[in-house]
């Protein structure tokens, strides 16, 4: 099982500012990775798929990058409906497994 | 407009038994794999079940494996989880998902509500 592991746990941004994930595979996960955004009580949204690439109606804002084992997400200039948590998920191997979350919050 | 509603959630003892449903509309729903992801209130997700169009490939992450059975009607546009032996640790919500490939091991572009099962004496 590919273990994957985001950091920090939780990151305090001022709007307008960059914020930037991490999420890294205990094996390589090559560029089969995924990130979600959750907001409270709702289900997880796609972001964005094969390490980079936007998901339908996704906002140029978001922006992923990576491969093997060391992936960001990168938001450029958080806007107040971005505060929420992100979920990174690798797809190269069953079974397939999530990070434990980044939960983005207003400094 | 594309939707996934869960169904069958609901209290139950440890050791009982219970299903759960997922009805899909709109999309076609012989076309895509599906999967079922749950998420403990206040953690993270975990992968429980995913299988593809055609029920040919099936995979159970590794905590509900022998307990827990996947199955579809495409004639329903339905996916189902029977689960079995539940345990207090299977206690989530349990999002039904669609996968964007014919198999089951990609990502999920689309996710239901959920279904709230909750395992307790």
């Known amino acids: 099982e590919i273990v994957m592991t985001q950091s920090p746990a939780t990151l305090s941004v001022s709007p307008g500012e960059r914020a930037t994930l991490s999420c890294r595979a205990s094996?390589?996960?090559?560029?089969?990775l995924a990130w979600y955004q959750q907001k409270p009580g709702q289900a997880p949204r796609l972001l964005i798929y094969g390490a980079s690439s936007r998901a339908t109606g996704i906002p140029a804002r978001f922006s992923g990058s990576g491969s093997a084992t060391e992936f960001t997400l990168t938001i450029s200039s958080l806007q107040s409906e971005d505060f929420a948590v992100y979920y990174c998920q690798q797809y190269n191997n069953w079974p397939l497994t999530f990070g434990g979350g980044t939960k983005v919050e207003i400094k | 407009e594309v939707q996934l509603v869960e169904s069958g959630g609901g209290l139950v003892q440890p050791g009982g038994s219970l299903r759960l449903s997922c009805a899909a509309s709109?999309?076609?729903?012989?076309?895509?794999?599906m999967h079922w992801v749950r998420q403990v209130p206040g953690k993270g997700l975990e992968w429980v079940s995913g299988i593809s169009w055609n029920s040919d490939n099936i995979g159970y992450g590794d905590s509900v494996k022998g307990r827990f059975t996947i199955s579809r009607d495409n004639a329903q546009n339905s996916l189902y989880l029977q689960m079995n032996s539940l345990r207090a640790e299977d206690t989530a919500l349990y999002y039904c998902?669609?996968?964007?490939?014919?198999?089951?091991?990609?990502?999920?572009?689309?996710w239901g509500k959920g279904t709230t099962v909750t395992v307790s004496s």
């Open positions: 094996q390589s996960a090559s560029r089969k």
């Open positions: 998902t669609k996968d964007v490939s014919m198999k089951a091991g990609f990502y999920m572009d689309v």
């Open positions: 709109g999309f076609t729903f012989d076309d895509y794999a």
